[in-house]
């Protein structure tokens, strides 16, 4: 189900319950049974007691003509305004609650129509490679907000990134592109072959692992996995939280002058 599709379901189920309780509101207003107005004293034989007026027993107030006066004939009983104001107040708010709950859905629910959030079958694993391979070691994949690097298994005989890999299976490492201190874009540093954030300094080598700097961790990633015909999956429904500080797999150090 698409989120447009969640969004419309929940206003209409809003404005259908609104109209369901001001119509059950209403309905009740106005049938309410009224006793009939006492013309005058004695209608009952009872000499002496209070006369009430139908549009006082009506609530109505003043002197006016309608509710059908005198005689004992049943009158519609309209609500008053104060019972008219306070159920109007409740049925807004009631929308705009309802309003509110479908955006929050709409702002929280993961895009599973193919946006940030989805599984992205991105191309052909070793048509990936290659192009890492042309672009100087890495390669960015904005729909999923990824930076995709070569994995060889040899360099993480722990399988430290085994979980990430599809049990190591897979030839690529997928990064979170923002940095874990403040969430700055970090670029590539292409003299070093590592990731230098400008905003603070801080560095890590291709897989994303802490170097130096004031960043907590190492940077974030996602799950990937080897479809059936060779094709690269990359699940962006979780970011995984990047290795420790000293907790990497890939020795590398830098390869020439840093970036920043
Ligand atoms: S945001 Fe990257 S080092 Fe501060």
């Not at 994949?141 to 990134?161: H, S, T």
């Amino acid at each position: 189900m698409t989120t447009f599709a969640i969004v419309l379901a929940v206003l209409l189920a809003t404005l259908f319950a609104a109209a369901l309780v001001s119509r059950w509101w209403l309905r009740r207003a106005m049938l309410r049974p009224v006793r009939p107005a006492v013309a005058g004293a004695g209608a009952d034989g009872c000499e002496g007691c209070p006369q009430v007026s139908l549009m006082a027993a009506a609530g109505g107030g003043g002197g006016g003509t309608s509710g059908g006066g005198g005689g004992g004939k049943k009158s519609r009983n309209l609500p008053d305004r104060r019972s008219f104001l306070r159920a109007g107040l409740g049925l807004s708010a009631f929308g705009a609650l309802g309003g509110f709950g479908a955006a929050s859905i709409a702002f929280l629910w993961p895009d599973l129509r193919g946006g940030f959030g989805a599984v992205f079958e991105v191309d052909d694993e070793d048509a990936l490679l290659s192009e890492i391979d042309a672009n100087n070691g890495r390669l960015s994949y904005p729909p999923g907000r990824a930076l995709l690097v070569r994995y060889d298994p040899e360099d993480d005989p722990e399988g430290q990134y085994a979980e990430l890999t599809d049990d190591q299976n897979a030839r690529i490492l997928a990064l979170y592109q923002v940095c874990p201190h403040l969430g700055c874009a970090v670029p590539f540093c292409d003299s070093s072959q590592w990731w230098e954030c400008p905003c603070h300094g801080s560095q890590y080598n291709r897989w994303g692992e802490w170097q130096d700097g004031p960043a907590p961790r190492g940077m974030d990633r996602f799950r990937v996995e080897v479809g059936d015909e060779g094709q690269l999956l990359l699940d962006t429904s979780e970011i995984i939280s990047g290795p420790s500080r000293g907790a990497g797999a890939l020795q590398q150090p830098p390869e020439g002058a840093h970036c920043v």
